[in-house]
């Protein structure tokens, strides 16, 4: 079975400030992983995604990746952070051998960035 | 990137009437959609995942009596919530993918349903 964990529930960081959310992952194979973000009361906006190559993703508005297989883990990341940023924020990951092409999610992680 | 609407993006009902939630990608051809329901402060839990043309597939503990898929293009979904009830209330959102594995997932706005 597949699964992924947010360690932190939330993250709080000083606007200007780097940030990192955590992302740790499960799989049988090897994963596809995902990060995608959700303002309140919207669905989610994909923001990045690693499939193959490159360790370091990166994606929309400044964020990026890193994806650690020895760790597994597959950390957000953004070296000055914005109010804007703040909002949920999801990991999830889908096994490349998993017949039913399942995307699993974490529990998300709410960014509180302050001014 | 890709889009996907929905539609409405948010319904109040009484107890006991159905409701139908419609799901379109916009700029794509989704061969698989999805439909997940998200409680309040919490990740998102998938219902079930539809292939264009065939029955849906139902996660446990999911009724699907109760919530009706039917994905008839590959550009539309709807879930309809039959007789709804309180406990129904929720906030619904759709997903849809173009084909391969590697695709991203891209997802709706979602619809937010409360039942009096």
């Known amino acids: 079975a597949q699964s992924v964990a947010q360690p932190e529930d939330q993250v709080n960081v000083a606007e200007g400030n780097p940030l990192t959310v955590k992302c740790t992952y499960s799989v049988s194979g090897n994963p596809y992983l995902f990060w995608y973000v959700q303002y309140p009361n919207r669905g989610l906006q994909f923001l990045l995604k690693y499939i193959t190559g490159d360790n370091l993703v990166k994606g929309s508005y400044g964020f990026e990746a890193e994806f650690n297989k020895s760790q597994t883990s597959f950390h957000l990341k953004k070296p000055s952070a914005l109010v804007s940023d703040s909002a949920l924020y999801f990991c999830?990951?889908?096994?490349?051998?998993?017949?039913?092409?399942?995307?699993?999610f974490g529990g998300g992680t709410r960014l509180m960035v302050k001014p | 990137g890709a889009v996907v609407s929905q539609h409405p993006s948010w319904v109040i009902c009484k107890s006991g009437t159905s409701v139908k939630i419609e799901c379109r990608s916009l700029?794509?051809?989704?061969?698989?959609m999805f439909w997940y329901r998200q409680f309040p402060k919490q990740s998102l839990m998938l219902m079930a995942t539809s292939n264009e043309g065939s029955k849906a597939t139902y996660e446990q503990g999911v009724e699907k009596d109760k919530f009706l898929i039917n994905h008839a293009s590959l550009t539309l979904s709807t879930l309809t919530v039959t007789s709804a009830h309180p406990e129904d209330s929720s906030f619904y959102i759709c997903?849809?993918?173009?084909?391969?594995?590697?695709?991203?997932?891209?997802f709706g706005p979602g619809t937010r349903l409360t039942v009096l």
């Open positions: 997903s849809a993918r173009a084909g391969q594995i590697a695709d991203t997932q891209y």
């Open positions: 700029d794509f051809q989704a061969t698989t």
């Open positions: 999830a990951v889908r096994d490349v051998n998993n017949a039913g092409n399942m995307l699993t």
